[in-house]
């Protein structure tokens, strides 16, 4: 069976960093691009961050540009976002995404005092 599996997630304060990994099972995450995407509250799903296979090229969302971080282990088969300076509208489920693999459960991150 091939799916994302996320974990990491947490209550934070503001200013907090967790770090979130996404581990696949069932394939090999190397050729593939990964995706880590949030949905808050009320809201659509958006875009955080990407990485490509090799991991030599990284994009980011302007709300966390130089916040977070994302980056692979293709010997672990796991690719993370390293989330630094937490702020309360960070706090959603967050989801990571390749090879068009069905959606996770994702992991709940929430910043609060």
């Known amino acids: 069976q091939l799916q994302l599996v996320e974990s990491g997630g947490g209550k934070v304060q503001p200013g907090g960093s967790l770090r979130l990994s996404c581990a696949a099972s069932g394939f090999t995450l190397d050729i593939y691009a990964v995706g880590w995407f949030r949905q808050a509250p009320g809201k659509e799903r958006e875009g955080v961050s990407c990485?490509?296979?090799?991991?030599?090229?990284?994009n980011y969302a302007d709300s966390v540009a130089g916040r977070f971080t994302i980056s692979r282990d293709n010997a672990k088969n796991t690719v993370y976002l390293q989330m630094n300076s937490l702020k309360p509208e960070d706090t959603a489920v967050y989801y990571c995404?390749?090879?068009?693999?069905?959606w996770g459960q994702g992991t709940q991150v929430t910043v609060s005092s």
């Open positions: 990485i490509s296979s090799s991991g030599g090229s990284t």
């Open positions: 995404n390749a090879a068009g693999v069905s």
